[in-house]
């Protein structure tokens, strides 16, 4: 039992100093003071100059940076709730996100929290509005959403964001739904 133990112990740490272990070339690997770095093929590259980094398509591209407003978003519900958002990072031109087309997208971070997405006709998911609002834990306090057969119209007029929709109560959007308008400044 002894030796089982020995061996079980002795090859996760063989095989960790073969995987960092040299072969004895140093040159190999090596680095000098130059700032040259020699590689195993024999070619050597120029540290000291910074490296053109090849052209890759960032995030970005695909889905822009939300940019942030100076007017925040106000939803009203006919219950009478009126849930305030003072920040409001909007995305108001089209994009490709995750396979789907979104056409224009506001987001709250401040605690309720909001999202507002419009989906276009291309992708995976599409034609599809909703208009959510959560807690600090992530829990869905209302929620419109046409994918759930509510109705949610979405319109952008410049850069604000007008939205009415029939909102289901969270966090299992189960219950009566009620009535609510939504204005998002951007």
Do not use: K
Not at 32 to 41: E, I, K, L, R, T
Not at 106 to 112: G, K, Q, R
Not at 146 to 162: K, N, Q, R
Not at 163 to 169: D, E, I, N
């Amino acid at each position: 039992m002894a030796t089982t133990t020995r061996v079980l112990v002795l090859v996760p740490l063989m095989v960790l100093a073969v995987a960092c272990g040299s072969d004895g070339d140093a040159s190999d690997d090596a680095s000098n003071d130059s700032g040259v770095v020699d590689d195993a093929s024999g070619g050597s590259t120029d540290t000291t100059e910074p490296q053109e980094a090849a052209p890759e398509e960032s995030a970005a591209e695909q889905a822009p940076a939300p940019e942030s407003s100076g007017g925040g978003a106000t939803l009203t519900l006919a219950n009478g709730e009126t849930f305030e958002f003072p920040t409001v990072l909007c995305s108001l031109e089209s994009q490709m996100s995750a396979g789907s087309e979104i056409l224009f997208t506001a987001t709250s971070y401040d605690d309720p929290g909001l999202d507002i997405t419009q989906f276009g006709d291309e992708g995976t998911i599409t034609d599809v509005a909703s208009i959510s609002v959560y807690d600090g834990d992530f829990e869905t306090l209302w929620e419109a959403n046409s994918m759930f057969g509510a109705p949610v119209e979405l319109t952008l007029d410049g850069s604000t964001i007008l939205g009415t929709g029939s909102f289901l109560p969270g966090p299992d959007l189960m219950g009566e739904s009620v009535e609510g308008e939504i204005v998002a400044n951007c």
